[in-house]
Structure formats: structure tokens, C-alpha cells
């Protein structure tokens, strides 16, 4: 169940108090006012009555004490409210205790309980243990009885297999021997047959080697002598072929001798007509770059002549550093980097360089 909040019946209580105190203040205020302001308009009959600044003071002195007793109320009842929280927390505080007390009791209830069943499954687990151990065991014995028989058994069947295993041995083995004489004897009757096959044979071999050596030693002979004909041939081609491949490839470095002499002549007349046109494009510009500077330079000094011819004064004038600095300036300008001192073109320079 969920726990009562702290002072909320209390608090609601308290508040609805303090909202009717406060209509009620506020409504006896303003009827005390309203008799104020009605008494001030009425004619005065007895010289005691009291001034609306004393009504108003007495009225404010009234309400804060009113005001203080409320405050006093409501802190006596905050604590009346604290003092009850506090035994209701006591009074759940020991029921708590108490309910703990008794589930710890059933608790421990339930474990000697819990322990009292173990112990009697234990104990009757072990007495089926000790059961299914004396049938396994009985079981084991019986099985261990069998099997012992059925060795036994089996040992007879085997004994008796042996033995007649063993007489089936010997009679193969009496047999194996009598067909071992019998193809021994059949062998050597072969063999006595076929060592006279082959020494036939061994002698046809012979004079037929012999007649095939001779015929192979014919035939390599001829075989020698056509190859030796047919190299010989093959030489002379060889040679036809090769003089001819020599005069192909004299012809052929002599047109290409020819071809390089040629394309070397074209190369170096392109050169000279491009050099020539190099030499001169460079003298027009050198010379275009000359006409230009000493305009320039003309213009320069025209207009340095003006600018002195302007000026009065004698601390304003131009001086010979200035003019200096200017005509740096003006000569960087003119070049820009890309021409020496001299005003030649470095580009034009560098090829003229190479072609030297």
C-alpha cells in the first residue's frame, strides 16, 4: 500500500483555513473602512469622535496582530502536525520491526523446515542408493556368472576348432607336399623342354642379328654418304645465302648511310635557317627595345624637367639620389627580369649561348 505523504490533509486543511481567515480579513477591513468613510461624511455630533488617520493606524495595528496570532496558530499546528508525523512514523517504525521479527521467524521456520525435508530425501535418497546398489551388484554377480560360462563354452568351441583346424592342416599339408613333388617334377620336365627351346631360338637370334647387323651397317652407309651428300649441298646453299644476305645488308647500310647523310644535311640546313631567323628576330627586338628605352628615357627626363619647373621650393626639389632610385626603378620596370643590363632578351641570349 503506498505510504501517506507527509501533511497533505494537513496542509489542504490549513490552506483553506488561511484562504476564509483572509476573506474574512479582507472583507472586515473593508467594512471598517467603509464606516470610516461614512462616519468622516456625517456630521460630527460630539467633538471625541476619532480621525480617519487614527481609524486607519488602530485598523493596521489590529490586523497585524491578527496577523501574528494566525502566524503563532499556524506554527503551533506545524508542529502539532510534525509531532504527529513523527509517533505515526514511530508507531510504523515498530509495526515494521514487528512484522520483520515475524517473517524472520517464519523464515527460519521454513528453513528447519526446508533442512528437516532435505535431510529425510537425503536419508531415503541414500537407502535407494544402497538398494539399486545390492540389485546392481546382484545384477553384476549373475551377469559375471554368465559370462564365465559362456567362456567356458567358448573355450570348448575353440579347443575343438583347433583341433580340427589342425587336422584339416595336415591333411593340406600332406596333399601340399604331394602336389609340390608333382609340379616339381612337371618343372623340371618344362624347363629341361624349354632350355632347348631357347637355345633354338637363341641360335635363330643369332643368324637373324647377324643378317640385320649387316643390313643396318649397309643401310648406315648409304645413310652416311646421302648425308654427307646433303650437307655438302647445304653448305653451298648456305653460302649462296649468306653472300647473298651480305650484299643485302652492304645495300642496305648504304641506303641508310645515304638516308643519314641526307636527313643530317636537312637537319643542320633547318638549324641555320632557324638560327638565322633567331639572329634576326633578336637584333629587331634588341633593336625595337633600344628605340623604346631611350623613348622612354626621353619621356623620363621630360617629365623630370617639368616636375623641377613645378616646384618652388628648394627642399622639395629632386636630388641626384632620388633621381638615381627613380631611374632604378624605371630600368626594372622597363626589363622586368626578363632582359640583362644591357637590355638584350636572356631568352634570345641563352639560344644564341647554344648555338655557339
Request: proline residues 1%.
Amino acid at each position: 500500500m503506498r505510504a501517506k505523504r507527509y501533511g497533505d490533509d494537513d496542509n489542504k486543511q490549513s490552506l483553506a483555513e488561511y484562504i476564509r481567515s483572509k476573506r474574512g480579513n479582507q472583507s472586515t477591513t473593508t467594512n471598517n473602512t467603509n464606516t470610516s468613510t461614512t462616519s468622516s461624511q456625517k456630521p460630527s455630533t460630539t467633538t471625541t469622535a476619532p480621525t480617519p488617520a487614527k481609524t486607519e493606524s488602530r485598523s493596521q495595528g489590529d490586523e497585524e496582530a491578527r496577523r501574528r496570532k494566525e502566524r503563532e496558530e499556524e506554527e503551533r499546528r506545524r508542529k502539532e502536525r510534525e509531532e504527529e508525523e513523527r509517533r505515526r512514523k514511530e508507531r510504523e517504525e515498530q509495526e515494521r520491526k514487528r512484522k520483520e521479527r515475524e517473517e524472520e521467524e517464519r523464515r527460519r521456520k521454513e528453513r528447519e523446515e526446508q533442512e528437516r525435508s532435505r535431510k529425510e530425501r537425503e536419508e531415503e535418497e541414500r537407502r535407494r542408493k544402497e538398494r539399486e546398489e545390492q540389485e546392481r551388484s546382484r545384477k553384476e554377480r549373475e551377469e559375471e556368472e554368465r559370462r564365465r560360462k559362456e567362456r567356458e563354452e567358448q573355450e570348448r568351441k575353440r579347443r575343438d576348432e583347433e583341433e580340427e583346424k589342425r587336422r584339416r592342416r595336415d591333411e593340406e599339408e600332406r596333399r601340399r607336399k604331394e602336389e609340390e613333388e608333382r609340379k616339381r617334377k612337371e618343372e623340371e620336365e618344362r624347363r629341361r623342354r624349354e632350355d632347348e627351346e631357347r637355345r633354338k631360338r637363341e641360335e635363330e637370334e643369332r643368324r637373324k642379328r647377324e643378317e640385320e647387323e649387316k643390313r643396318i651397317e649397309d643401310q648406315r652407309k648409304k645413310r652416311d654418304e646421302e648425308r654427307r651428300r646433303r650437307d655438302a649441298e647445304k653448305r653451298r646453299r648456305d653460302e649462296e645465302d649468306r653472300q647473298a644476305r651480305e650484299r643485302e645488308t652492304e645495300e642496305k647500310r648504304k641506303r641508310e648511310e645515304e638516308e643519314k647523310r641526307r636527313k643530317e644535311e636537312e637537319d643542320r640546313r633547318k638549324r641555320e635557317e632557324h638560327r638565322k631567323r633567331e639572329k634576326e628576330e633578336w637584333e629587331r627586338q634588341k633593336q625595337e627595345e633600344k628605340e623604346k628605352q631611350k623613348r622612354e628615357w626621353e619621356d623620363y627626363q621630360s617629365r623630370i624637367k617639368n616636375t623641377n619647373k613645378q616646384q618652388t621650393k628648394t627642399k622639395d626639389r629632386l636630388t641626384d639620389v632620388d633621381l638615381n632610385e627613380s631611374f632604378q626603378d624605371f630600368w626594372g620596370w622597363i626589363h622586368n627580369g626578363k632582359k640583362d643590363d644591357f637590355g638584350v632578351s636572356k631568352k634570345l641570349l641563352h639560344l644564341d649561348l647554344e648555338e655557339k
